[in-house]
């Protein structure tokens, strides 16, 4: 049964600490000792949390994702513990539902590391069977690309689908499936986009886009323009949360959904302001609104992170080739 904020609420002793303060404190115990058997147990008390939605957010701030996969990652490289290897990949198959999570397990090259999880533990049923439904839960258009692309991961699969465990043989021939059926659909729906007429857009037609800015993010932004305004980017870990997104970054999504969906016009003029500062780590929300549609198209535009204002502004649009 998934818990509620109001069940937390009573869980929790007068005087005790709260739920992500508990779970920061076992992210920190894991580095602060060396003892496998105290390393066993925080893994597997972080994975036993990752199972319920309602500490997902949480275990993101604790950065608990971050220390399953460094452990996956170190499995891989030479010889890590068993049991942490098993908790590591349960915690982050429980935690891979999570959209953020998700997304950072595809950034983060995880596509990859979770095949070379199959490839050297292929014997052992629980990592393989753990790791097998952490691939079906990630998958979504772009992942399903990306894994149909891998072609040592489909030789892969159509091993452990002969392999003489039941386990193993169920969950690889439903990946497959998942994978043949969800590029299926995906093709489907490209082959109804391209034929179908684009509507376009209305006054009062609004166009809109959600991104978390991260770090890597700001700093490829930086090398590329040459701002490097320590407002923007720092080394120092005491002074990241101080950090903020680039101005010009916030306009630049800006103008990506303009020529996205106003092919063959361009900005002619622009007025915008920066009420407040955008952090990083922190979905912001893009949105643009068609205000008229004439000769010269206005479009209104904000962008909001936690219901804040960080980028407002408008432009006027005009027409180079149809």
Same mark, same amino acid.
């Given at each position: ?7 937390? *609420? ?9 739920? *992500?303060?508990?779970?920061? %404190? ?70 891979? %539902? ?21 490839? *050297? ?16 839960? %990630? ?140 952090? %990083? ?34 432009? *006027? ?6």
């Amino acid at each position: 049964m998934f818990s509620t904020q109001e069940r937390l *609420k009573r869980r929790t002793p007068n005087g005790g600490i709260n739920r *992500k303060t508990y779970l920061c %404190l076992l992210v920190d115990e894991y580095y602060e000792t060396s003892n496998i058997e105290a390393q066993q147990q925080v893994t597997a008390n972080l994975a036993n949390f990752a199972y319920d939605p309602i500490n997902w957010k949480f275990l993101r701030d604790a950065k608990a994702h971050e220390l399953f996969y460094e452990i996956i990652q170190q499995s891989l490289q030479g010889v890590v513990d068993r049991l942490l290897v098993l908790h590591s990949i349960v915690g982050l198959t429980n935690l891979s %539902l999570d959209p953020v999570i998700a997304e950072y397990i595809e950034r983060s090259n995880g596509l990859g590391q979770l095949r070379a999880v199959l490839e *050297k533990y292929q014997t052992d049923c629980e990592i393989v069977c753990n790791t097998l439904t952490c691939c079906s839960f %990630l998958l979504n258009d772009s992942r399903t690309l990306l894994f149909k692309q891998d072609k040592c991961l489909l030789s892969l699969l159509q091993h452990l689908k002969r392999s003489g465990n039941r386990r193993i043989v169920n969950l690889a021939t439903i990946l497959a499936e998942d994978l043949s059926r969800a590029m299926r659909w995906l093709q489907l729906a490209r082959r109804f986009s391209n034929a179908a007429t684009k509507a376009q857009p209305t006054v009062g037609t609004v166009f809109s886009l959600t991104k978390t800015f991260r770090q890597t993010d700001v700093q490829q932004f930086v090398a590329l323009t040459g701002d490097s305004n320590p407002i923007h980017v720092t080394d120092a870990p005491d002074l990241k949360e101080q950090i903020f997104v680039n101005g010009a970054f916030l306009n630049g999504v800006i103008a990506g959904i303009i020529g996205t969906n106003f092919p063959g016009f361009v900005v002619t003029t622009q007025n915008f302001r920066f009420p407040n500062r955008c952090h %990083l780590e922190k979905e912001v929300q893009f949105s643009v609104k068609v205000e008229e549609m004439r000769k010269i198209v206005t479009v209104s535009y904000e962008s909001k992170q936690n219901g804040i204002i960080v980028f407002e502004g408008q432009a *006027k649009l005009f027409a180079v080739r149809k």
